[in-house]
């Protein structure tokens, strides 16, 4: 599909050339992928997953996070809010969420294989993100790709039109991610980074999550139940502790969530998959 616009947008003559960095805005829609690189078979790598909440990971690309991790593949992850605005329970602070959902997130990313050394928490209030002044979270997201270096980069969909209608954090993190993404490849972006250690560094690729276009399928069937187990651990988001989180019920909460998840997560035959944008074109 991009190639097609672009052949399409070139023929229009040399006004639309002067226009050439814009190109890559219209290309929106990547074709499906039937290349031979497949990502959950890769070892030896480094992957970088951006999520607006701690949940986000896991609830999109936990299984194909849990066979990379497999795989001996180094996996961080940064995420951008703290979650301090998810629930109900009128007794609920900010502060005491935002420790209870930080330690849901390790729960689920070292059930995957990621150590919890490797999770960046920015801290961010829930739900603000997109308030965030820009230049200063761009900046951060970048000098994280510029340190961990990774060779993919999880992000969600900044695609349109489905981020119109996204949630405001999401639609924030989309947006930043694919803009650091950029300010990371090029050094005179930000260049007191550079002056700090963060030599500049190229993404060659991206995995875009909360896709309206998918063009990438990863079966994760031989890990399906681990992202169920994973995803459990969020218990403050989902069930009785979302309206009142009672500590008592944790356990017995976590393995209800995993079932609920297990039979969410498998299709009508049992089995698993997730389906990203995969995306060199950003
Ligand atoms: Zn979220």
Redesign the pocket.
């Known amino acids: 599909m991009f190639r097609l616009i672009l052949t399409a947008t070139l023929s229009l003559g040399a006004a639309w050339l002067l226009a050439a960095p814009a190109l890559s805005q219209i290309a929106q829609v990547d074709p499906e992928y039937t290349g031979s690189d497949r990502i959950e078979e890769w070892s030896g790598k480094r992957v970088l997953v951006l ?3 701690p ?2 990971d896991v609830l999109t690309s936990g299984g194909t996070l849990a066979l990379l991790a497999r795989g001996g593949n180094e996996i961080h992850v940064v995420v951008y809010t703290s ?1 301090n605005a998810g629930s109900r329970d009128p007794e609920m602070t900010r502060e005491r969420l935002a420790a209870i959902r930080q330690g849901e997130e390790i729960g689920a990313m070292t059930t995957l294989g990621i150590p919890k050394e490797h999770i960046v928490f920015l801290g961010y209030d829930d739900g603000m993100l997109e308030y965030v002044d820009a230049r200063t979270l761009t900046r951060e997201i970048a000098r994280e790709i510029r340190r961990v270096r990774p060779d993919a980069i999880f992000s969600p969909d900044p695609g349109v039109p489905y981020v119109q209608y996204h ?1 405001s ?2 639609r924030a993190a989309s947006i930043i991610g694919v803009d650091a993404v950029r300010a990371a490849r090029w050094r005179l972006y930000f260049p007191e980074l550079e002056r700090a250690g963060y030599q500049a560094h190229d993404v060659p690729l991206l995995f875009f999550y909360y896709s309206a276009t998918p063009n990438y399928h990863v079966d994760i069937t031989s890990v399906g139940p681990l992202k169920a187990r994973a995803a459990g651990h969020h218990i403050s988001q989902f069930g009785p502790l979302f309206e009142k989180y009672d500590a008592s019920r944790e356990d017995e909460q976590r393995k209800a969530q995993e079932q609920y998840f297990l039979e969410r997560f498998a299709d009508e035959n049992g089995r698993f998959s997730e389906s990203f944008r995969r995306s060199e074109n950003y």
Do not use: E, I
């Open positions: 999520s607006p909440h949940d986000d979650g949630k954090d999401h």
